[in-house]
């Protein structure tokens, strides 16, 4: 069930002029994996949450000999969206023990010692700046609280490239993913940049939420395997195009553009 109280208000942020003008397309991103590599903040969470976890067994008087998993054997894991209880059962606890394990995991994930894991995916800031020379319109969708969107873009100093931002107020959303508040959040932002006079011209995202919402909205879907999801796990979903990254669609959106 959609709750409407945890979506942002979209927020507007100043743009440079583009280069090129009379464009009106709009192109819609996702932030976490388009933009933002979570991996080795999604790692350190999973392997403090298992610590943690093991400490307070112990302590309970549970013999328990974890064994975590690579950094690799992990972020696969997640690729392929293993549940997180699959994930920790493989990592040595039971399962009633996972209940512990995923309330350390939803607690240590948004701690700000852990966001300063994440990192801008490469080639990111030219691939964005491409897109506003041709005119095109960037408008940021994500489940991703807003707040610590802002804060992010600023520190790379792209937040004059977006046109507008759609978040949520609730920083425990976009761990989980729910596909129907993403389908909400596009919804509205596609309503708004129509109201503005601007067409969408697609959804550019990394999971089964991005590419679903895209479809619900009628419009192509660009599923990005440089995030948490993998390329045959994307592929279940048909989206319209699979790329690599956010600098391989870009270069399809301003290549082939009679495609879209």
């Known amino acids: ?59 309970q008087g549970h013999d328990i000999h974890c064994c975590p998993l690579s950094a690799d054997q992990f972020w696969q894991m997640k690729q392929e969206r293993v549940p997180d209880v699959e994930i920790a059962m493989r990592s040595g606890l039971t399962l009633p023990q996972t209940e512990l394990f995923l309330q350390r995991v939803n607690t240590l994930v948004n701690q700000p010692a852990l966001l300063h894991k994440d990192s801008l995916q490469e080639g990111v800031s030219h691939a964005l700046l491409q897109l506003r020379d041709r005119g095109l319109r960037v408008v940021l969708v994500t489940l991703r609280c ?6 992010l873009l600023e520190s790379y100093d792209l937040d004059g490239i977006f046109d507008g931002i759609y978040g949520t107020q609730d920083c425990q959303i976009a761990y989980h993913n729910q596909a129907e508040l993403k389908t909400q959040l596009l919804r509205e932002a596609i309503a708004a940049e129509t109201h503005l006079g601007h067409s969408p011209l697609c959804m550019i995202g990394d999971t089964e939420a991005d590419i679903l919402a895209g479809q619900q909205a009628g419009i192509p879907t660009l599923a990005l395997t440089c995030g948490i999801r993998s390329d045959r796990y994307l592929r279940t979903f048909n989206p319209t195009y699979i790329h690599q990254d956010l600098v391989t669609a870009v270069q399809q959106l301003l290549g082939c553009p009679k495609l879209f």
């Open 1 to 59: 069930m959609v709750i409407p109280t945890t979506l942002q208000p979209p927020q507007r942020v100043p743009s440079p002029t583009p280069a090129t003008t009379g464009s009106t397309r709009t192109v819609f991103c996702d932030f976490d994996g388009p933009i933002i590599n979570v991996s080795a903040r999604y790692y350190s969470t999973y392997r403090l949450a298992l610590a943690d976890t093991q400490t307070l067994l112990e302590k």
């Open 146 to 151: 807003q707040e610590q969107v802002t804060e």
